[in-house]
């Protein structure tokens, strides 16, 4: 049987069973279908209950595992076909191209900074954040190589201008490119790592074991929801972190998007995604009762004047020390209401959001005004679960997370021997919980088959 | 080695056009020629391409060159690699010097191709001046055998302990008690989604896993007497009925859990028998020796979300699983659970239509409003304030249930001395970092899951041990652990013994070996420098950070033009981050500071400060994480107070303590400090 283990997704979780695996002494593939590891918490500001700076205390790990003999890092990349051999698995991955040499490609941006096109970025897009056709996913990524979005290539972005969009022939069939604008760029400096014309590239690896640490995703709200997409200034949680964060879109400036003000009274909508609402999640994530404690703290912490209300319902402050962190938001003078917003309008001048609600304590009905409102969504499993599970013949729960066995005997296993499960590929669950059942997979995957006979 | 045999070669990379386009490289190069102890200096388009790794290893060979100086992007990234590049050809990688041109200088300064190659000289200058200094490192082995002890024989400790023998590892087990299990044999079931287990059927089933290995030895009725040494050494003690017996362990789980807190005054407890907490009802429920019960109360959350404790994250679950236990004894019995909050979590929520479906009624009362409950004659009355009504209830009670909050076992004051580990106010282990590392402790070699940790229940309490056995498997598989060469070094002829390295030390890794007489256990050692800047006798030296090497940087950097420079002092993991990010940023900031890279804010010390200003520095900066990050626990906490000190001791030398200046920086935060030094040549008088 190999000895190599694969795992699947490079956020928090995957990055912790690779490391653990790999110090432990196994031949770790570590992919990941976003070009770069880190998954959402790389894209944090701050995490709770201590308000550690995210990418601070992830970069580190990130750069740890780049720098790994035992590892070998697979961004771009999906799982296609797993098939069981010699009691391990064999698995076909498809490398999406980057166009990009990633061996050659230092990281520099100088292909960026030829790029003439800026279009919304995935995360940031809503609160204006940009980036090029040709990008970084984010400053700290691993491996630091730029991507080329592929819309540039089919001539997508023709009508916005883009340098090769006059171009007829497809960018598959030519070897080098005299038009675009980073091929040449790149070739000035003397690197030529663009390569437009790179293709998919399948591979096969053989492994003993399989740890599915795909994460999860933010819930998006839908059009309406509070006036969400409808009205300017209602924003998610994630936009919001992306708000706070000195290396999101605006620097670390608390701006609403209507008018780039500082907004002096922002509300939290909580559980604004759960299933009170039409269509809504029928479980609690758990995080967000957290994050909303962060992020009035925070805010606080920017600017003490800002008023900051907290629309709940039960308050989840579970782990260690986040009782204590809610009460420090507390004690930042964050207004905690128990209440669930029914209503939400728009005043179409100063474009402020008019909340209704009523407050579950006292049963009043009251209207309140706040120039920004932060909706906190809950957490969703990631789209390619579907696939995913199919394809490694393992189940999905009701609601689209990975299936453990027996969660309560044998946590973290499948219904097949040898694929084991951790982080958010199980359902909602934190940074700290992510890191403790990395270690736990980690374990079931280093150790499969290694019983030693006595 | 003497001065003379010291041959430094310094390669400046153009990283194509990022340095190359704003710092006239080659003129930098033929500056650079023309400094002490250069013998060789050369430029390369990317010096971390293929073939300029293959250049710079001939060069090496070519020229003898002992002592490497790289000028390019920036450490944090790409120093490894370098190392990597001069170890192949046989240089000890502690004798490469990294310095930041790109990051520091011509990102920074792009308007300014003059300013920025003169920063560039003089980051370089500072380079070849603590090449110099630089002295050989080694990655340090200490050997870890297989044998792990486990204290405490509960749901985590056994769990811990099977998964560490399938592997072939020893493992020693001391339970407490006469038999394994812990607090799961004192509850009946467990819930788990859908289902109920006895958790007898789960203490049998671990039992017997562990019956499976020869190579598990448990003691019951034992507590440890003592434990002494480190990783891969500890010595054990424990006792069992006055007989006393020693072992060997390389590392140690610490698998305590956790235990009710007693409700003593509350609610009438122990002043009517028929108040009860939930581990008792368990016992009575087990026992069935209930009767004539037709009211039954819960209250939740007791000793709970308080000024001194947080949620216990069972309690909510725990009493409706007894509430529907309770259903089940007596179909027609009133059941209340009196609730401040609902603290379940994704699936949880259904047993809550479970209870609801089998008649458990639920009230809601307010935070500060906790209900009242009065005994008289033997019968009890609870008086309630239903938050949903608004109104005050009352309710007899034949039984009144206490969900009250759980604490660390009382062992942990005992373990706590005896590992040298800390503890929470709430009596629960204190883990090495809260996120990425949850079941370390800060010195190698120990580690933590279950309830010793925080409440929780079975699952997470498994998925906590398992993921204990992986973290302790690593040193014990490999056979030993490695600490990177950057590590203190005591130098004992000189030193008082007066112990202030020994008590300081956030991993522990400075232990007495005789009176007086400190130790550095190598392999333990971080790096930090913590021990080294706070020696009174300066007896203490860091690798690759000594003062030595930092204070000829600090001269090297105030040759020229002192009044016009500032000293910044930042540590690797944030500071130089944010320095990192302000770069990539490409953010103008005044060209004044010339910076020098610490492992943590720690390091700095009074004198490397004090020696900047005697030499005329306009100003000096120390920064560090931004609080409460630190990558060495509490290294920018120390850092903090010691610049406080200096501050106040700069007016008696004559120096104005306005002029130095900490900042905390977290490593994303590249604005923060381009404002710092923007400020900082503000209120400076900096042209």
Redesign the interface.
Known sequence: MPDAILVIGGG?AGI?VAL?AA???SKVYLTDDTPSIGGIMARL?K?F?????????????M?EVD?HENIEILTNTEVRRVSRKNGGFTVRLLKKAKFIDEE?C?G???CIQACPISVPDELDGKIGGTRKLVYMPF??AVP?ASVIDTRCRAGKMRGEGACIGGCVVDCSQCRECPIALCVKACQ????NAVLLWQSDKPMDIEVKSIVVATGLKPDDPETGLYGYNVYENVITNVQFERLM???GPT??DIIRPSDKTHPHKIGWVQCAGRGLKEGGLP????VCCMIAAKQTIITKEHRPDVDTVVFHN???????????FYKKAVEHGVRYVRAHPYDVCEDPETKNLIVKYED????EIHLEEFELLVLSMGLVPGERNKKLAKALGIELDGYGFFKEKD???H??ETHVEGIYLCGGAT??ID???S??????A???A??RN???V? | MSEDDIRVGVFVCNCGSNIGGIVNVPEVVEYTKGLKNVVFADESKWSCSVDALAQLQNSIKEHNINRVVIAACTPRTHEPLFKRTVKAVGLNPYLLEFVSIREQSSWVHMNNPQVAAEKAKDLIKMGVAKAAFLEEGEEIKLPVKTDCLVIGGGVAGMTAAQNLAIQGFNVTVVEREAKLGGLLNRVGEISSDDREIPSQEIIKAKMEQLAKYPNIKVYTNTTIKDVSGYIGNYKVTVQSNGTEETFDASTVIVATGMQEVEPVGQFCYGENPRVVTQLQLEDLLKQNTLDNIEHIVMINCVNSMNETRGCCNIGCHVSIKNALALRERFAHAKIYILFRTLCLVKEERRIVERAKDAGIKFIRFPDDRYPEVQSENNHLLVKVYDTLLGREFRMPADLLVLTTAFEGDKSVDEVKGQLKVSSNAEGFFQEAHIKLGPLDFPADGLFLCGGARSPKNVKDTTEEALGAAMRASIPMKRGYIEADGIVADINLAECSGCGICVDNCPYGAIKWAAEKEPVVIKALCKGCGLCAADCPKNTISIVHFSDRQLLAMVEAALEENPSQKIIGFICHWCCHGAVDMAGVGRMQYPPNVRLIRVMCSARVSAKHVLRAFELGAAGVFVGGCEFPTCHYIVGNYKAEKRMDRVKKNMPKKGFDPEKLWVGWCSAADGPKFANIMRDMAKKLNLG
Request: include cysteine.
């Open positions: 928090v912790h653990n110090e432990y002494g500001d995490t209950p201590t308000n550690d700076c995210s990418i601070c205390i992830e970069a580190p790990r750069y720098n050659k230092t520099c941006g100088t400053p700290q630091s000035k400096e003397g690197k964060n000195a290396g620097g670390g479980y609690c994530s758990k039960d308050l989840k402050a579970y782990g260690k020390g986040f009782w204590g579950l304590d006292t049963g969660p309560l005997l946590p973290l359902g909602p940074i700290s919980e890191v403790i059942q990395a270690s736990a980690g374990l079931k280093v150790s290694s019983e030693v006595r």
